[in-house]
């Protein structure tokens, strides 16, 4: 097996769903279809580009394509890219319907086995607000076309959505997230080591969170600060919280909107989010940002974790990458990718001269060189590459 083929196995913990045999040999043969949707198939797009619809569209117009908006006019009707697209789009419907199978089958017991009892020690805590109500952004579709979403709830005091997270994700970066899913945390925390050296956070805040899975480095690496991780969504946090514990780690999780949270200003030293921008609004994006501003202590940072803006890409690249928008049930992913981050900063009260955005090495990259060195729906962690955008308080 080829380096750039090879995958990480998610390590198991006690919490997780177990699949039986068959179970799990029809998730790997997704994560495996995934990865050769990656190797074998996406690049058959630039070169359907290259030699037929590009050429075809100068001939016409007598220039190039200006923008991803012309280049998808074209690529949309091109019988490859059809192909492609539904490929992938069933990919992810695959990934999740081969990880609600051990859920469900389950269900019951797995609900019972990640309840921790009232009066129980634990290391974090966890706090949910069942009179929060869940943003429209959330509702509206059922995001990365997750069945139900984040927030949706089919028993009481159920993960369900958290547990099927969980496997999932790894089968969506087809292993390139780590055996813990914890690339871009990891990968945000090797910059700050790089770029921050001296910084050592008391109080450290992730927004949406998730199941925790890039909140938990933060207590590995600054031991002795306090660390909190809000979402809207309570499955997703019963399943972080059992998460956390199992994996001996302090992190208090609370069911907060980051567009307005119950923390006192000034509380936190370091904020930080990965891959949340993309799934809130426009007005989401500029409360969350106002918010940060609120809860930083003079000299504070921000960072967020994404995947990169279009402004510095070419007109296919940026369709490309626009896959979600169209077919991801990702309705804010290309006007996230398309804000202007240096006006966003300022309106939410930061000085924009102390704001900065830049591509970061993935954390397992640098270590390991394994990338399928490509950006595609379906494929995050792939590029090497993570894009954070951040200021200093």
């Given at each position: 097996?080829?380096?750039?083929?090879?995958v990480h196995p998610q390590t198991k913990h006690a919490v997780m769903a177990t699949?039986?045999?068959?179970?799990?040999?029809?998730?790997?043969?997704?994560?495996?279809?995934?990865?050769?949707?990656?190797?074998?198939?996406?690049?058959?797009?630039?070169?359907?580009?290259?030699?037929?619809?590009?050429?075809?569209?100068?001939?016409?117009?007598?220039?190039?394509?200006?923008?991803?908006?012309?280049?998808?006019?074209?690529?949309?009707?091109?019988?490859?890219?059809?192909?492609?697209?539904?490929?992938?789009?069933?990919s992810q419907e695959m990934m999740w319907s081969s990880c609600q199978v051990p859920?469900?089958?389950?269900?019951?017991?797995l609900n019972e086995k990640i309840k921790i009892p009232k009066g129980t020690k634990?290391?974090?805590?966890?706090?949910?607000?069942?009179?929060?109500?869940?943003?429209?952004?959330?509702?509206?579709?059922?995001?990365?076309?997750?069945?139900?979403?984040?927030?949706?709830?089919?028993?009481?005091?159920?993960?369900?959505?958290?547990?099927?997270?969980?496997?999932?994700?790894?089968?969506?970066?087809?292993?390139?997230?780590?055996?813990?899913?914890?690339?871009?945390?990891?990968?945000?925390?090797?910059?700050?080591?790089?770029?921050?050296?001296?910084?050592?956070?008391?109080?450290?805040?992730?927004?949406?969170?998730?199941?925790?899975?890039?909140?938990?480095?933060?207590?590995?690496?600054?031991?002795?600060?306090?660390?909190?991780?809000?979402?809207?969504?309570?499955?997703?946090?019963?399943?972080?919280?059992?998460?956390?514990?199992?994996?001996?780690?302090?992190?208090?999780?609370?069911?907060?909107?980051?567009?307005?949270?119950?923390?006192?200003?000034?509380?936190?030293?370091?904020?930080?989010?990965?891959?949340?921008?993309?799934?809130?609004?426009?007005?989401?994006?500029?409360?969350?940002?106002?918010?940060?501003?609120?809860?930083?202590?003079?000299?504070?940072?921000?960072?967020?974790?994404?995947?990169?803006?279009?402004?510095?890409?070419?007109?296919?690249?940026?369709?490309?990458?626009?896959?979600?928008?169209?077919?991801?049930?990702?309705?804010?992913?290309?006007?996230?990718?398309?804000?202007?981050?240096?006006?966003?900063?300022?309106?939410?009260?930061?000085?924009?001269?102390?704001?900065?955005?830049?591509?970061?090495?993935?954390?397992?990259?640098?270590?390991?060189?394994?990338?399928?060195?490509?950006?595609?729906?379906?494929?995050?962690?792939?590029?090497?590459?993570?894009?954070?955008?951040?200021?200093?308080?």
């Open positions: 097996m080829s380096a750039e083929n090879q699949p039986t045999h068959d179970e799990f040999s029809r998730q790997e043969f997704v994560r495996s279809y995934k990865n050769y949707l990656v190797q074998n198939v996406h690049s058959g797009n630039q070169t359907r580009y290259e030699k037929i619809i590009k050429p075809k569209f100068e001939k016409t117009h007598n220039r190039a394509p200006k923008d991803r908006f012309e280049v998808g006019k074209e690529m949309v009707h091109d019988p490859y890219y059809q192909m492609f697209s539904s490929l992938l789009r069933t859920v469900n089958r389950d269900l019951e017991n634990t290391l974090g805590s966890l706090k949910l607000d069942t009179k929060l109500k869940i943003p429209r952004y959330h509702t509206a579709v059922d995001i990365h076309c997750q069945p139900g979403g984040y927030h949706s709830e089919v028993t009481e005091d159920d993960a369900s959505a958290g547990l099927v997270y969980d496997r999932a994700v790894h089968i969506y970066a087809m292993g390139q997230l780590g055996p813990y899913n914890d690339d871009i945390g990891a990968s945000i925390l090797l910059w700050l080591k790089n770029n921050h050296p001296t910084m050592a956070p008391r109080k450290i805040l992730d927004m949406g969170c998730s199941v925790g899975h890039s909140t938990v480095p933060y207590a590995q690496a600054f031991p002795d600060a306090e660390v909190h991780g809000i979402d809207v969504a309570a499955p997703m946090l019963r399943y972080a919280h059992a998460r956390a514990e199992e994996l001996g780690e302090k992190v208090h999780f609370s069911q907060q909107n980051a567009e307005q949270t119950n923390f006192k200003s000034g509380t936190f030293d370091l904020i930080v989010s990965h891959i949340l921008l993309h799934e809130t609004s426009q007005k989401a994006i500029h409360n969350i940002v106002k918010e940060c501003h609120r809860l930083l202590k003079p000299g504070g940072l921000m960072v967020h974790g994404e995947t990169p803006p279009y402004k510095n890409m070419g007109p296919f690249d940026a369709f490309m990458l626009d896959w979600d928008t169209r077919n991801n049930n990702e309705p804010f992913w290309a006007r996230s990718h398309e804000i202007d981050l240096e006006k966003l900063s300022k309106k939410g009260g930061f000085d924009p001269k102390n704001q900065f955005e830049t591509l970061i090495p993935s954390a397992l990259q640098v270590a390991e060189a394994k990338r399928s060195k490509v950006f595609q729906g379906g494929d995050f962690g792939g590029g090497g590459l993570w894009f954070i955008y951040g200021n200093m308080r």
